[in-house]
């Protein structure tokens, strides 16, 4: 079992519509992952069926008892967060600036502070409209621990590929290189960036290349709007070259990205005489570096 990490140094290289399409062209090879939990969009193009949909809890937050807190203000006094309120009753948390340390209900006099788990997203088992199983979650609005929900997200995936005896696990992982990026990193096989001839998008390509060589992994790249400024481009060649990551495709700047997503499909199916050799071709040479 194989596993191939899509990323981006940063949103809007095209990064999701890559990952789609090679998960068109090979449906029967792989399982698919979702790793950008907390933007995921990969079941707006493939439309899974869920069979499995489930709470994800983790991290703590402070809790006061309002019937246990006698207002003695010992505990807004130590929260260096200034998670902690008052109100003519007792005091209460603010849930949002709580960062979970548990000071607090150390230190209260009379334990009306009670540090339960969070849940903070949920997770899906599905199966694509292409009939590729796959594993994706949603990170609930303002919820922290992106990066648990991510590595929940490869677990299942693997598990989903022992199931269906699948050879590859596909993982669409998030822009950047924050917390879901580095989990979506751990353990892999291959990190494919995807990149644009922009001035942000070579510096972040600089930035994302650096986070994958510290985990010592195989990686490759694929230029997105090549021709659109043909300096930067020239620039990512040379700079792929000088630490030795292969450029195994380079697509020129279309609309057909913005129109096939915006319909849920992928490039392959808005355009196939366009994209269906091309990522064909893409996918050869990715099992190839592998």
């Not at 439309?47 to 006061?64: L, N, R, W, Y």
């Not at 380079?250 to 196939?272: C, H, M, Q, R, W």
Request: charged share 25%.
């Amino acid at each position: 079992m194989k596993e191939i990490v899509v990323i981006s140094g940063k949103g809007g290289t095209g990064k999701t519509s890559v990952c789609a399409a090679l998960a068109y062209v090979k449906p029967d090879e792989m399982v698919l992952a979702d790793c950008d939990v907390d933007a995921s969009d990969m079941h707006l193009i493939f439309q899974p069926k869920v069979h499995k949909d489930e709470p994800f809890f983790s991290g703590v937050k402070a809790v006061i008892d309002p019937a246990l807190c006698t207002n003695c203000g010992k505990c807004a006094s130590i929260c260096r967060f200034d998670a902690i309120r008052q109100d003519e009753a007792a005091h209460f948390v603010d849930l949002l600036d709580c960062e979970g340390c548990g000071y607090c209900a150390l230190i209260c006099p009379v334990n009306a502070i009670t540090m339960p788990k969070q849940k903070v997203g949920r997770v899906f088992g599905s199966d694509t409209r292409t009939g590729t199983p796959m594993a994706h979650a949603r990170l609930d609005i303002g919820a922290d621990n992106s990066g648990k929900l991510v590595a929940k997200v490869k677990s299942d995936s693997k598990a989903l590929a022992t199931k269906h005896s699948r050879d590859y696990i596909l993982v669409d992982g998030s822009p950047g290189i924050g917390c879901p990026v580095i989990a979506s990193l751990a353990g892999a096989d291959l990190a494919l960036v995807v990149t644009e001839p922009s001035i942000s998008g070579f510096e972040d390509l600089k930035r994302v290349c650096e986070l994958a060589s510290k985990f010592d992994l195989k990686m490759a790249c694929v230029i997105n709007k090549a021709d659109l400024n043909p300096k930067i481009a020239s620039e990512i060649r040379n700079t792929m070259k000088h630490r030795n990551i292969p450029i195994l495709m380079e697509l020129p700047y279309s609309n057909d990205f913005s129109e096939a997503i915006s319909l849920g499909k992928t490039l392959v199916e808005y355009n196939a005489p366009q994209w269906q050799a091309q990522f064909e071709r893409l996918w050869e040479k990715i099992i190839k570096e592998l």
